[in-house]
């Protein structure tokens, strides 16, 4: 099936994950370097990255195309974004034609986008990015925007597939770990999201104020139902991590206070034992794995002897960034699309 | 015939433009993606960019080469441009070995120069670009100088082509537009002379203070005389615009105070009223289309309701820049180079 | 022989640096532009560059592959490098995470590391780049770290074959030439091995208090022992250069001041005539090059008229770093690894 978007794991069914996942696999076993050639993706970040500039650039390496990268700072003194605005100050370009005329020059489109962190139902429907999604007529993928990372999920997915964690009765921790800044809510969502899809019994686990909105847990909640996990919150962090296979640690910001930094600073101020160590594992199954998108703050978010450890496998997650993206292009412009 | 130096549609007969373009046109239908296999297209930007930072890369991409990127906030603390001087101060290499070694790992070379803006004879002569020519023994490409921008003319004529607007008798007014800064003389000049030499019928309308320069007005009516169309200029823009197939809108600094900022800064103070609007359309053609070569300040150059609207073509030009400079880098480097 | 590492010429033989040149050299004069097809070449820069970035992105096309580049400035904030900190300040990755992230992505790793020029015995045992190394499961070239640069020598070396500079009775001039910083050793050292392996009669010129490392003499000394060179150091430049086949010109640190910044500073600052001139060459051999491994100061470390005269070779030698590295490369990734 040639693919038009790729935002949401919601937008799939379940074998459509599998298959894509499939296809990861089968072209990280065997290497199809003509598979895209002369082929190019345009590359927008309005955010840093690390792992997605670079695993993006692979892929498309490896399938025999090539990418080019545009960010504000690169542009002619910023990208202007907001709507029927006088541009009289520093930026001296707009959105508005910086993503058809980069778009043009590709057979598909990337976007980092930001999460303004002002109104919460803002950014849980992602009004930044759906803005600039009227602008693409390309296939267009999600990098990361306020709400939806469907790149890190569809990793993650695989990341566990390979390690055997079990779909049915797999228990999947997401816990929320410290961190001085107030962070978006891509992650959690997504990952909250893609467990229950997968199956799992998944428990969100964060202190008061930290709460997932309603909107994301009935999202989740819907994908449990059709296969057959489950979702459950709790700000109790014993007894959510016994028998875990995974612990999923994620920083994000508070719900209740959210836009509002200095509330935030002062709920989260006295959370810094929410830093996973090892003695979160002492109840929960031994071949307990930690999962983290990266990056990550040592010491902060994890202790070192966690990351250093057996149990992690942050790298192998972000390694299969690059395979899953790899399968997501080749549906994008590869020889089915 | 292969190419050595892409500079100036000026160096070039009219059917050579024109097989440029039937080439571009040939490589969007038909991609070659072996064509440049192993070539490399050094790009050395000395100004920020967007566009031409971007097509460039798709552009070799699509042939299946590849290009790499110099600034000089990549470099070691900045590139010196200055000739003779002792080098202790922050920059940590110059410019006659920056060249020179860039250009030794490339097949050709694109050089974005700037406009010194500071006396209107060393810009006519194209001075800073021209000393760095003297250091390539490559095939090169002017990606805009002080006075010249190739790129853009070839895929604004190509543009056109596609719209199907008239050569002979095709109306083409090119119209000074606001801008709170003094930008170059680059896009006017290189643009006057592409519709003169398209035959075209070309009005310049612009400000008293904001005449283009005589020898670049020499140059278009000699070019003019050639190709059977005509050039003249005006401060009146309702007699300008009456009848006309294109308003081509760009902003530029005062002619008469060139490199005289503050004097620039007061002449132009009193004219936002040259912001291209509907009313402008009003005894134009009835299909009179919309061109700019980007980046464009919304609400202040054009107004949003003509960039968004049916007449603008900006984007179509700007992914013309991409398919134009693929015909170009294909003479350089090509099977038939 | 697939190539697992390239650090440092010391770790191979003779004949093996030779097959890497004679291995450039076909690839220079028979293009294979699909030897590395698919395969990426993964850049981390910790240091700013400009050769090293364009050619080994430059070297990656030309073989049919393709590269990404990293440095701290792209990523989330700065990549933090202590070990055992608490990560509450700017940095938001660690280098522990990002060079294992960085390799998963490539079949071959490249990193350019930095000297922390404090403690000169930190820097002689490479202590930040062995650090990295173990992070790194990939083949792994070193692009300039605190006391190597086997790339730049792979060039040199190269350099003078083909301009038939004698092996064997070869004599070398490596001299100290002035600058307002205290730069690092890496050249220098990289340098002198190189020219001691190929054979030369090496002698190192430099004021007092800049005499290289007793470890970087000795081993350069064993290097001369097999290849029938030899290696000499002293202070007294007008016997020094007399009968040289070569200048190579390098700034570094004083030695006896390492890590003073003050100390250093005053040292030098009586030493600006150490500045290579064209009264240099008057007891050299008449056909005696200059040679630097760029970025150089014009008019601080050499004066114009020798950068711009006949004798200057570092434009080859630069170009050669390309050539080299593919070998490299190719060595790593290619048909026969």
Known sequence: MPLKEFNDL????????????RLATRLQQHPEPQALAGKVLALLFLSPSLRTLSSFQAAMIRLGGGSFVISPDMSIHGLETRSGIVMDGVAAEH?????PVISSYGDALGIRAFANRAKLEDD??????????????????????????????????????????????????LSWAWHPKALPLA???ATLHMAAMRGMDVTVVRPEGFELPQAIMDKARKAATQSGGSVRETADRR??????????????????????????????????????????FTTTRPDCRFMHCLPVRRGVAVTDRVLDGPRSVVVHEAENRMWGQMAVLYQMMGPGA
């Open 124 to 173: 849980l429907a992602d009004r930044e990015y759906a803005v600039m999604r009227t602008l693409v007529k390309k296939p267009l993928i999600n990098m990361e925007s306020a709400i939806q990372h469907p790149c890190q999920s569809l990793a993650d997915w695989k990341t566990m597939d390979e390690l055997k964690v079990p779909r049915k009765g797999g228990k999947f921790v």
């Open 10 to 21: 919601a937008d799939f069914q379940i074998p459509e994950v599998e298959a894509l996942i």
């Open 239 to 280: 007894e959510a991590l016994e028998g875990a296979h995974i612990i999923y640690a994620k920083e994000w910001s508070s719900t209740r206070h959210y836009g509002d930094r200095v509330a935030d600073a002062k709920l989260r101020e006295e959370l810094q034992d929410w830093r996973v160590d090892d003695p979160w």
């Open 95 to 99: 959105l508005r034609e910086a993503i």
């Open 187 to 189: 992650v959690p969502s």
